[in-house]
């Protein structure tokens, strides 16, 4: 990505994988969400019973999702959750989260556990066949984060380096595309702690996730490739043919980008130490 505060600025294979992929990663309490769902999660279906919107996040993708000392919605913070809290607003709805491994969201979805997902998630054909998408409110892009000291200036540097990913995000796509061998884990600090410990070379994940990163830990650098990596969009997930849902989210996602509540967004969480 050119540098992912001035794009926000600018506003933004089998059934199996397209459930796999990501911008942006993954995670039974009885009867609670798919895929091991956060303890503290509730039911969707709060539009007619309670009063509640209840959104689907995996919050190991910061600065959009992660878990704080004080969030905005209960312990969790960040872009994307401000985002849903102020949707909630706008709809007359109280905002509640299911954090929950990324690979589990769109199927807790299409089961009905969550009202929609919003995970820094990446709009792409195969997902749209599934879900539907609101209009786009961020623009990124996939980097490499490495030491400082390191060779790799372009994304075909990486050929005989050991590539770390994290499951399901799009980074792992990409780098698959690429045709080169890696190695996935759950959790971006996962995978930041590999390249750390010099146990790889290279970690390919979303750009805003990863000047985070590399601010929170020093000797790290970023390495952009505007050639091997394109622009991508993250957008919130209904259930297909939820119109009435979507439209109220779409309404609620303009209004911000128009004010310029999300530029304001990325600005504080990219600016936060």
Known sequence: MKK???MALIGLTCMTMLFGLAACGEKKDTGATAGGADTDSV???GAEAGGQIVFGTNAEFPP???VGGQGVIG?????DMAIAKQIGTDIGKEATINNMEFDSLLLALQNGQVDAVIAGMTVTDERKEAVDFSIPYYSATQ???VKEDSTIAKASDMADKKIVVIQGYTGETVVQELGYKYESFKKGTEAIMELT???CDVVVIDSATAEKYVKDNAGLKIVEDSDAFGNEEYAIAVKKGN????NQINSS???MLDDGTISELSAKYLDAE
């Open 4 to 6: 992912i505060k001035k």
């Open 43 to 45: 039911q969707a279906g």
């Open 64 to 66: 959009f999702e992660f």
């Open 75 to 79: 312990q969790y913070d960040g872009i």
């Open 143 to 145: 980097v490499m984060i």
């Open 197 to 199: 410990n010099g146990k």
């Open 243 to 246: 119109t009435e849902l979507l």
């Open 253 to 255: 996602i303009q209004k």
